[in-house]
């Protein structure tokens, strides 16, 4: 079992920067995939952005280059740097563990609260 609990969400300008936080309980955590995930008003819930335990990172197109993702093994954490944020990134972001690395909310077996962030224009 593993448990999640984001932090680090708020309102900040466009062009803003934030970075969220994701703890997980558990001691599988160095070996679960982990991912963040993004809902919009009326959306659906999207990918974001995933990191294997160990290995390279890869994020949907739209925050390349803007959104880092990492974790620390040490402290059962993975972060969300998001920066020159957009309008359009405004979303509940949600925190995910699973035993795959994918893209794909269904290969995602925990998930946390959600985090809401929200840039203006």
């Known amino acids: 079992q593993v448990h999640l609990i984001e932090s680090g969400g708020g309102l900040v300008q466009a062009g803003g920067s934030l970075r969220l936080s994701c703890t997980a309980s558990?001691?599988?955590?160095?070996?679960?995939?982990m991912a963040w995930f993004r809902q919009a008003p009326g959306k659906e819930r999207e990918f974001v952005a995933r990191i294997p335990p160990g290995g390279s990172t890869s994020y949907v197109d739209s925050v390349k280059g803007r959104f880092t993702i990492s974790r620390d093994n040490a402290t059962n954490t993975v972060y969300l740097q998001m920066t020159s944020l957009k309008p359009e990134d405004t979303a509940v972001y949600y925190c995910a563990a699973g035993s795959f690395w994918s893209i794909s909310i269904k290969d995602y077996n925990y998930w946390g609260q959600g985090t809401q962030v929200t840039v203006s224009s």
């Open positions: 558990g001691r599988t955590f160095s070996t679960n995939a």
